[in-house]
């Protein structure tokens, strides 16, 4: 029977490529479970089996507690000092002492229980070695058949014991899916779970387009195409941003391929999806003008502090440019980044020379000059006080217009503005009176308060919203009084959780 269980254990270990030592331990855990039950469901057990002969001894154990412990609940399992120490002359308290009892026979009962726990130790190393296998490959595109379709998404079967999973909110809409088609999908996440699904998958991310173009197209792959974002309406419409790192290739006619086959082998894998592949370009303006394609952009007027970008069209274009449900002019700004506002050419002229009416009267007050200076500015494209201010003196004489006595005086006048924006904005700040939520909080004083108000944390609010390193300056307060006033100024938040909860 010993010859017969390391027998057992030789061909599970091969047959499943699960390391032996994991099969030894599911056996002696069969059998302790198998002697507690003629000793007593109480006691505990430990069985010990020999790696060489396949014998094997049991021990019934006891878990040692001080003389003087009131911890003792289960007296089958559990000993005080006193009694351990026939058992064991070198217990301790917190240890285990252990004698050797007699072992049930590997029979039928023994067999079936070893059954159980082999097949779940089995199934759990099975798991885990799948973890092991794909933790490295997230962000990987995989491919498999389709095992089975439920209400809450995918189940593939990657080969090697290896399930995928893709969530119903990571499938392409309307996507028709049947057992046993063949389908691909991007590894996102890799779960150490013992049930349930471990590999989750996505075909609705951008990545997972970037990652079907670097498979259709050689020269992604090679690295002489660079693919520089993407952005889905999954099923429907795609962009990609394409760059060529070698001047003799055509990045968009190598994405798309001979009469479109490339294209269209990454539009049929994704349900139909339309992909229109973008030029990129360094100027993010002709890079947006690229993107709005298949709308011709006419201007495009661009508001760096915004990050936006005003984009003007053909009045019979308009429609074509926002796209259905408004989907062409998201991609656009997904894809770059940048807020787009589309308008017809009508709309933008009009929105222009309202700018130019609000900035000439602007320039007139602020900077006390007369209607044709101010105008001259803002043809010249100064659009700020502070760009007057501090902008090369070289541009401003370069004006005919203007000289060197006028580019001075213009710069001294937008530079007092600025100053007298600065007095006034440190006044009010230092003028501020701290609010009666803040006065009364718990560990705050009068005088400290009144600090932080100088500072722009007038309310028991503005205090709740900072962090502890945004007050590390504030004199007098050290960090650890600053965590409490802040929890303490939060305490209301948690309140009204617990109340709505």
């Not at 049929?268 to 709005?292: S, T, Y």
């Amino acid at each position: 029977m010993n010859k017969e269980m390391l027998l057992v254990i030789e061909t599970v270990s091969n047959e499943k490529g699960i390391e032996k030592e994991i099969i030894f331990e599911a056996m002696e855990a069969a059998l302790a479970s198998a002697t507690r039950k003629r000793y007593g469901e109480e006691v505990e057990v430990r069985t010990s089996i020999d790696r060489e002969t396949g014998s094997y001894d049991s021990f019934r154990q006891w878990t040692v507690f001080a003389d003087d412990s009131d911890e003792l609940e289960f007296p089958e399992r559990e000993l005080r000092m006193i009694d351990a120490v026939d058992i064991d002359p070198d217990a301790a308290p917190g240890g285990i002492v252990e004698e050797p009892i007699e072992s049930v026979e590997f029979g039928r009962i023994a067999a079936q229980t070893a059954k159980q726990v082999i097949v779940q130790k089995v199934r759990e190393a099975e798991r885990l070695k799948v973890v092991e296998e794909f933790e490295e490959r997230v962000g990987e595109l995989l491919g498999g058949i389709v095992k089975r379709v439920d209400r809450n998404g995918i189940f593939i079967d990657l080969g090697t014991n290896a399930e995928g999973f893709i969530p119903r909110e990571a499938m392409i809409p309307r996507e028709p899916v049947r057992p046993q088609d063949r389908l691909k999908a991007l590894l996102y996440e890799v779960r150490s779970e013992m049930r349930g699904p471990q590999l989750f998958m996505n075909r609705t991310s951008p990545q997972f387009l970037v990652e079907l173009f670097k498979i259709e197209v050689p020269e992604v792959g090679q690295g002489l195409i660079e693919i520089l974002g993407a952005a889905r309406d999954p099923g429907l419409r795609a962009k990609i941003a394409v760059k060529s790192n070698d001047a003799r290739i055509d990045p968009v006619g190598a994405c798309v391929g001979m009469r479109g086959s490339r294209v269209q082998a990454v539009s049929n894998e994704l349900a139909g999806e339309r992909v229109d592949i973008i030029l990129w370009d360094e100027n993010p303006a002709q890079f947006v003008i690229n993107a709005m394609s298949p709308a011709d952009v006419t201007s495009v007027v661009v508001d760096e502090e915004r990050h936006s970008m005003d984009i003007a069209v053909e009045e019979d274009k308009l429609s074509q440019a926002i796209g259905r449900g408004g989907q062409n002019i998201r991609l656009a700004s997904e894809l770059s980044g940048w807020e787009l506002n589309v308008m017809t050419e009508a709309d933008a002229d009009e929105k222009s020379e309202e700018e130019a009416k609000e900035l000439l009267e602007a320039f007139k007050e602020q900077l006390d000059v007369d209607e044709e200076v101010a105008l001259i500015l803002v043809q010249e494209g100064f659009s700020t006080i502070e760009e007057i201010a501090y902008v090369p003196t070289s541009e401003l004489v370069g004006i005919e217009e203007f000289d060197d006595s006028i580019v001075e005086e213009l710069r001294s006048r937008a530079r007092d503005v600025l100053l007298i924006r600065a007095i006034a904005s440190e006044e009010k700040i230092d003028e501020a009176e701290p609010a009666e939520d803040l006065l009364s909080l718990d560990g705050m004083d009068r005088a400290l308060a009144f600090v932080l108000a100088s500072r722009g944390v007038v309310t028991r609010e503005d205090l709740a919203e900072q962090a502890v390193d945004e007050l590390a300056d504030v004199e007098d307060l050290d960090e650890e009084r600053a965590a409490a006033l802040i929890m303490s100024a939060r305490a209301h938040w948690f309140e009204n959780e617990e109340q709505a909860g």
